[in-house]
């Protein structure tokens, strides 16, 4: 019977080929191989013109069956793995067989173009038959590598004489077992008492469907991956029955679903809430009152005492403190319920991991978590710093068949993609050595510049050895990682040498080529792969289609998905190091960059995040997601379990997101510019805590997937929707809710009517025509739920539903993939407005978070006793003050938009709107916080004060306000375990940051919202910071920005105005010393909080020219002598009034 091959019979010239029918047979990688084996490489007969019409397939017969099922799935995923997949807009899905990912030899079975073994059969380009560890089977003692198809071919039409040494055969029996669909290819025997060919013989004869089926049934690769309207299955998610799980009971059955005797069971939750010392909260909360009511008084107070000497003056300060007071308000209130979490994780490996009745292959029943890594740009983020966060992911103490790693290249480079494929490579010596000895953090780069004791606490004889020739392993691999860029240049430079000679060979041929045309051969200067293909990314020197903003999506599977059972390691006879005893499988790893095209908004980050969360769906489809940076590693293995306590608490259906602390190395010991922002993520996050949970931060988050798809939480119906649901919250008689089932009810858009369901015909509409992702949704719905164990537990799934293994992946499924990271995808779509990462604003961390509040559900800070990550952050003044400045952006656009916390929904908390409500107006504050600095300056020069004198009623005022405030910043230091110095340097901050990026915010945002106009602040120059040796040489870089300009004014301002008043008062004949006195402290206020920023501008210590300081001191002089010599006070007669010199 004949088949199309190709969908039209034309060559790529618009011309006929001539009709021809070529017999053949389809091997193991999707090429044909020619019965006749006249012709050495079929394919490119195949791919002329003379041969692109039809290719017959040889029907089945008793001699040729079509393949095994399961060992299909595994050929097709072997073929998958080796794949690089292209496609997008306008454009087919191809599949890229990839012999050789990276120059460097791979030798993980689970890799991209790991070592192995093509048939040695001419003409065909089929793999050899291997094990698990990706050794090869060789039928024959000569070692001839034959694929199971020309073995077969062998055995029944050539007499069973190897094709390589051309002698028989020594056992050609085939054994009459059949496979087991459901288990992976044996690994062969241990070694005693039987000998290396007996062991290959004995492999051979255990699999008949491997060795006398061929894959010439019904499977068209082509077709199927291009052509496809497959429908993706289920997963390895076990569905109740009629509904019904928990503790109700299978209608066709005697045994309840649920024993009785977890009935009578004591409830042993995961997680437990440790409440803030009552001696410690009680105080703080009575503080924060006290201080409402003190400043509401001097508020009063200050209005009804008017200043009439200087009226502007007073009226300038009233406003600012009316502002101040505000504000304040606004960042005190959500502090109300601060609250400690603590986890179980002995109780969640015994609920999950233990063997029972209902899981009695003791398997993991944890569900499935996909890691999301995003980089964007090699040049600004170094591959090693990805790589190594890469290296920590896949050593995590988590299931490895339950773990996915996903790498979104934002960017396209060739560059990141190498890198990626050498951290998987290293990653086979690297996991397992983790494993074996326990590596903590195992991030290599941090693990290896640890300056404690590594051997502490070791006591296993091979860990010297081993770390020696890891740390060795390690250190070549980062050469190999230096040197990818040259590496990468000079290969591209070969291969465009070599199309420009193949170009003036055929102009040569043609007669076509003079001197003029010699110089007019161009050939585009394309960056080209390991392979000797072209990259179908970005490009080195950009082309059309392949430049940054202009290529095709990208998909190749760096590590396939690992065996469901453990697969330990050779000895150190084959190994760096032992792994006998060690399971080497790694998790899936997945290389991804979305399409890009002119004249699409790709949304940043936001627009990678939600494509990675609709190839992830298809692919491997985890209920759970992690997202961090790229330079966010992992620190704590244990952290992902962690969150997962949380997840699968009673009650944890309702909760969108876990989110951890940022924590951040390479900061200056004295933390100048309060880059660890401890009093953000130590104070106010855990007291966010306490009400709806923390707001989303970017990184170091763990979600669940149906919440990121805009569904309500669990029984949201269940309660009354009031204006007072902040502090009650009662249930809905609603027998219509009451009946309806939780798999039902598990799934409610926002926006969905109050009386209906949700309609799933409706998904396409919001999540795009993939029928692979919309049949994703309710299975990633029903993993993601906790554990039917207890009667108490509401919306469960029955234990032992997850440990079944995982679908295989197939050439359709990444086809599908690729389809949905196209950039045309999520035109007509809900993505990004209500579905997934929101778009429109520059911090969509914490609009999507917003969203998810909103929406009813509920979030929980995560605080490991080992910090769960660790990041970088910008340790030099002009790089943190432009982090600041994006975020106060962010922050402006938010309060212009319809994610302002004033129009909230009834399901947010109230003191969750207040402090969403303060995420929007704090950037505000710069307005009257540069006001109220110039306030001291402006009161030295005029001779002024903001009251009419410093009488008691004001002092006592400002000393209440003063010592509440420090009150309240102990009690804080108390339950939150931060620091004094901590404390303080977050202030020093809040008024650097409020002077220069927060004002620079605002004036943007309100350029942007008024007139469209988006301007940007660039860096100008550069200075200082060449000592490679100095640890924080990058702190003392002086990086000129405009945002300096005004603290730069402040500082000076406020200097000469002391200077002036000092003078003035001595000057005149009755001296002021009150006013001077205020003016003055108000002065050294403000030039205490830019101290840092006065210290950045300073540079290296030591290094500023003391020319500087004499300088500084005779302007200030001088000027302070000119404003009294033009400006002399009135009636003076002599130098300080009564003041005499001694």
């Not at 490009?539 to 095709?552: L, N, Q």
């Not at 679908?807 to 599908?816: H, P």
């Not at 207040?914 to 600095?933: D, K, R």
């Not at 002599?1134 to 003041?1139: D, R, V």
Request: with cysteine; proline share 6%.
């Amino acid at each position: 019977m004949a088949s199309r091959s190709s969908k039209a019979s034309e060559t790529q010239n618009g011309k006929s080929g001539p009709l021809s029918v070529t017999f053949a047979r389809r091997t193991s990688s999707g090429r044909y191989v020619n019965y006749s084996r006249e012709s050495n490489d079929l394919d490119n007969d195949l791919a002329s013109g003379d041969y692109m019409n039809y290719t017959v397939h040889i029907p089945p017969t008793p001699d040729n069956q079509p393949m095994d099922a399961s060992v299909a799935q595994r050929v097709e995923e072997q073929y998958v793995s080796s794949s690089l997949f292209t496609g997008g807009f306008n454009s087919l899905t191809r599949a890229h067989l990839m012999d050789k990912v990276i120059d460097s030899e791979t030798s993980h079975p689970q890799m991209a173009g790991a070592k192995g073994s093509s048939c040695t059969v001419p003409g065909c380009d089929g793999k050899v038959m291997s094990d698990e560890r990706g050794e090869d089977i060789l039928p024959c003692e000569c070692d001839y590598k034959i694929c199971r198809d020309c073995y077969v071919d062998a055995v029944k039409t050539g007499d069973g004489i190897c094709p390589g040494c051309k002698e028989s055969y020594k056992d050609t029996e085939l054994d009459e077992r059949a496979v087991d669909n459901s288990q992976p290819l044996p690994l062969p025997p241990p070694p005693g008492g039987m000998s290396k060919m007996e062991r290959r013989l004995s492999l051979m004869k255990s699999t008949k469907s491997i060795l006398t089926r061929s894959q010439t049934g019904d499977f068209d690769h082509n077709r199927w991956l291009f052509e496809t309207k497959g429908t993706y299955g289920y997963g390895n998610a076990i569905w109740p029955k009629e509904g019904g799980f928990g503790n109700e009971r299978s209608d066709g059955g005697d045994q309840p679903d649920e024993p009785s005797v977890l009935l009578s069971k004591p409830w042993r939750p995961l997680t437990r809430k440790l409440k803030i010392p009552a001696a410690i909260l009680s105080p703080y909360r009575l503080l924060i009152v006290f201080r409402m009511v003190v400043l509401a008084l001097f508020l009063e107070w200050r209005i009804t005492h008017k200043n009439t000497d200087a009226v502007w003056l007073w009226f300038m300060s009233v406003v600012c403190e009316l502002w101040f007071a505000f504000s304040w308000l606004l960042d005190s209130l959500p502090k109300f319920c601060p609250v400690n979490r603590a986890t179980d994780l002995a109780v969640l490996k015994e609920k999950f991991e233990t063997r029972g009745p209902n899981n009695p292959t003791g398997k993991s029943d944890l569900p499935g978590i996909d890691i999301f890594v995003s980089t964007a740009d090699p040049e600004k983020e170094p591959p090693l710093v990805t790589a190594n966060t890469i290296l920590s992911i896949l050593a995590a103490e988590y299931p490895v068949e339950k773990l996915s790693c996903y790498v979104s290249d934002d960017g396209g480079a060739l560059l990141t993609f190498e890198a990626m494929a050498e951290a998987a490579s290293f990653a086979n010596l690297w996991v397992p050595f983790c494993r074996k000895h326990d590596i903590e953090p195992r991030n290599p780069e941090s693990y290896f510049a640890l300056k404690r004791d590594p051997y502490k606490n070791k006591v296993r004889p091979d860990f010297v050895k081993d770390r020696r020739r890891v740390k060795r392993e390690y250190d070549e691999f980062k050469v190999r990682i230096n040197g990818l860029p040259d590496s990468i240049r000079r290969r591209s430079d070969a291969y465009n040498a070599r199309e420009e000679i193949k170009a003036m060979k055929e102009q040569r041929e043609n007669g076509n080529l003079n001197d003029e045309s010699l110089e007019t051969i161009k050939i585009a200067k394309a960056t080209w792969m390991a392979d000797g293909t072209h990259w179908p990314g970005t490009w080195v020197v950009s082309a059309p289609e392949h430049s940054k903003g202009d290529h095709a999506g990208i998909i190749q599977v760096m590590l396939k998905p690992p065996s469901d059972e453990p697969l330990h390691g050779a000895s150190a006879d084959s190994n760096p190091i032992d792994l006998t005893e060690i399971d080497i499988r790694l998790p899936l790893l997945v290389y991804v960059s979305r399409e890009k095209r002119p004249g699409y908004d790709h949304n940043k980050k936001a627009g990678a995040m939600n494509a990675l969360v609709r190839a992830s769906a298809i692919m491997s489809n985890g209920p759970f997601i992690l997202n961090l940076d790229c330079d966010h590693y992992i620190y704590n293995s244990m952290a992902l379990r962690e969150g997962m306590c949380f997840m699968m608490d009673r009650g944890g259906d309702r909760l969108c997101y876990i989110q951890f602390p940022q924590r951040f190395e390479g900061i200056d010991p004295s933390d100048r510019y309060a880059n660890h922002n401890t009093v953000f993520f130590d104070v106010n996050m855990r007291a966010l805590d306490g009400l709806q949970g923390p707001v989303y931060v970017g990184t170091g988050c763990l979600f669940r997937r149906i919440a990121l798809y805009g569904f309500d939480p669990p029984r949201s119906k269940e309660y009354h929707e009031g204006c007072c649901s902040c502090c009650f919250s009662r249930r809905k008689n609603s027998s219509a809710v009451a009946s309806a089932p939780d798999s039902r009810r598990a799934l409610r858009m926002g926006d969905s009517d109050e009386e209906e369901e949700m309609n799933i015909s409706l998904f396409p509409k919001k999540f795009g025509n993939s029928s692979f992702l919309v049949d994703s949704i309710p299975v990633a719905e029903f993993q993601g739920r906790p554990l039917a164990d207890h009667p108490a537990v509401k919306n469960g799934r029955p234990p032992g539903a997850l440990t079944i293994p995982r679908d295989l992946l197939d050439a359709s499924t990444v086809a599908e993939a690729i389809s949905v990271i196209s950039c045309w995808y999520e035109d007509k779509t809900e993505w990004g407005s209500r579905v997934g990462w929101i778009y429109g604003s520059v911090t969509e961390d914490v609009v999507t978070g917003y969203r998810m509040h909103n929406r009813g559900w509920k979030s929980i800070y995560c605080v490991t006793k080992r910090d769960a990550f660790r990041g970088t952050a910008p340790i030099n003044l002009t790089d943190r003050l432009h982090q600041v400045l994006r975020w106060a952006t962010g922050s402006v656009e938010i309060f212009f938009s319809r994610n302002n916390a004033l129009l909230a929904s009834r399901k947010m908390k109230f003191l969750q709107r207040i402090a969403y409500l303060n995420v929007g107006i704090y950037p505000f504050t710069s307005f009257f916080l540069i006001v109220y600095c110039f306030l001291p300056a402006l009161s030295l020069f005029s001779g002024q004060f903001i009251v009419q004198t410093l009488n008691v009623a004001f002092l006592t005022y400002l000393l209440i306000i003063t010592l509440t405030l420090c009150m309240l910043a102990v009690l804080e230091i108390k339950w939150s375990g931060i620091t004094l110095e901590e404390w303080w340097r977050n202030e020093q901050f809040w008024l650097i940051g409020g002077t220069s990026a927060h004002l620079a915010a605002v004036l943007q945002g309100l350029l942007k919202v008024v007139a469209g106009i988006e301007i940007s602040f660039t860096l100008t120059s550069k200075s200082g910071g060449d000592d490679v040796d100095d640890e924080f040489a990058d702190l003392y870089v002086l990086k000129w920005t405009s945002l300096m300009i005004p603290p730069i004014v402040i500082m000076m301002t406020n200097l000469i105005a002391i200077a002036v008043g000092v003078s003035r008062t001595i000057y005149s004949t009755i001296p002021q010393w009150s006013r001077l006195l205020g003016g003055v402290f108000f002065s050294f206020w403000v030039l205490a909080h830019l101290y840092p920023f006065a210290k950045g501008l300073m540079g290296r210590r030591g290094r500023t020219p003391t020319i500087v300081f004499v300088w500084s001191g005779l302007i200030a002089i001088t000027i302070s002598l000119l404003w009294v010599a033009i400006d002399p006070p009135s009636g003076s007669s002599g130098i300080g009034g009564s003041f005499t010199f001694p």
